[in-house]
């Protein structure tokens, strides 16, 4: 039995069928119980449970209707069969926690932030030396490795962080790269894997200044239209990690963006509108035919949780002030311009009178 993605504790489960060769477990009933023993066999300390596999070939299904009790040792010591019963064509895809990593693991990278142009620094600090290790982008596509050790030879891979990383290594107790040139698109999930102790760790890159935003103050005039909209796609490369965000504007108050793109706008149809289709990561405000009432400040809060991820702690706030200006909306100039220009009528008037 193996996973298929070796390089990772998370992948497709596969057994080796006679005659037919390495091949996928039917996911249809497959239950907790089933992956612990599964974790159990290759050599990892529990499951942590099935999910749905994304951007994995196709694959034949050679195993069906596993049921194991989860004190078995291997996956062959439960109930299972090797003939399709039933319409299955997904395989199952389980992820382990290693096997003492928390022993051999003194310190980890966990959160790094960091913005645009800076610099950035992963380091592991192990209990044991190890000589032979890789390190990995998990991009949302395909996991990218940016370098591997193995008996002291170092193999740069050829990716977009080929100039821009370079190892640490000190007596390979302690492990780890550093990344230069710090783009967006480098926000995401790293990872150290050492394969003879089947040790996957992973560390969170943050970079802070990711948001496109609206300017700090945005002036507009009474009737006009405005729009205010944020920029927040980058987050979805961060795999395993949940975007909570919360709107504020003055005819809202503070609520949730859902809310307000669910609720809010349908109770309050001549108040907002919304561009369509709604994306969570791209929320924008339209306002037709703005008034003094709709001046204030609009802002929103981004809040980072990960059930996977624990130790995760960030948050931010973008805030603009919109200034809607006071004007005649007959002749479109300021009323004070109006004032003066009649005050300069009357004193030209009365300097010809005098005269």
């Known amino acids: 039995m193996r996973l298929a993605e070796g390089t990772s504790i998370s992948g497709r489960l596969e057994v080796l069928s006679p005659g037919i060769g390495w ?171 050492v394969p003879n102790r089947l040790l996957t760790s992973k560390a969170v890159l943050i970079v802070t200044d990711f948001a496109v935003v609206p300017d700090p103050v945005v002036h507009r005039q009474i009737n006009d239209a405005a729009v205010l909209s944020w920029d927040l796609v980058a987050l979805r490369q961060l795999s395993d990690i949940s975007c909570e965000i919360l709107l504020t504007t003055p005819a809202t108050g503070r609520l949730h963006l859902d809310y307000y793109n669910t609720y809010w706008l349908r109770d309050n149809p001549h108040r907002h509108s919304v561009l369509q289709p709604t994306d969570k990561l791209h929320p924008t405000i339209v306002i037709d035919k703005l008034t003094a009432k709709d001046a204030g400040n609009y802002g929103v809060e981004v809040i980072l949780t990960s059930s996977v991820y624990q130790w995760l702690n960030f948050s931010w706030q973008f805030a603009t002030n919109l200034v809607v200006d006071d004007i005649d909306s007959d002749s479109n100039v300021p009323i004070p311009t109006i004032v003066l220009g009649i005050l300069l009528g009357l004193a030209v008037t009365a300097n010809i009178g005098l005269i």
């Open 23 to 193: 091949g996928g477990v039917c996911n249809a009933g497959w239950t907790a119980l089933n992956t612990r023993v599964a974790c159990r066999q290759l050599g990892f300390l529990d499951g942590a449970g099935s999910y749905h596999c994304n951007h994995i070939p196709a694959v034949s299904l050679v195993l069906f209707q596993v049921s194991c009790f989860g004190n078995e040792n291997v996956l062959f010591d439960c109930n299972s069969t090797a003939t399709p019963t039933e319409t299955c064509t997904d395989p199952v895809c389980i992820q382990c926690v290693c096997h003492q990593c928390f022993e051999f693991l003194l310190q980890v990278p966990g959160q790094k932030d960091a913005t645009t142009q800076s610099a950035v620094s992963f380091e592991w600090h192990l209990k044991h030396n190890i000589t032979a290790f890789e390190f990995l982008f998990l991009s949302q596509k395909n996991p990218q490795t940016l370098l591997y050790v193995e008996n002291g030879k170092v193999i740069q891979e050829h990716t977009r962080f080929l100039h821009r990383i370079q190892l640490i290594n000190v007596d390979y107790e302690t492990v780890g790269f550093n990344l230069t040139n710090l783009t967006v698109a480098d926000m995401g999930i790293y990872s150290l894997f």
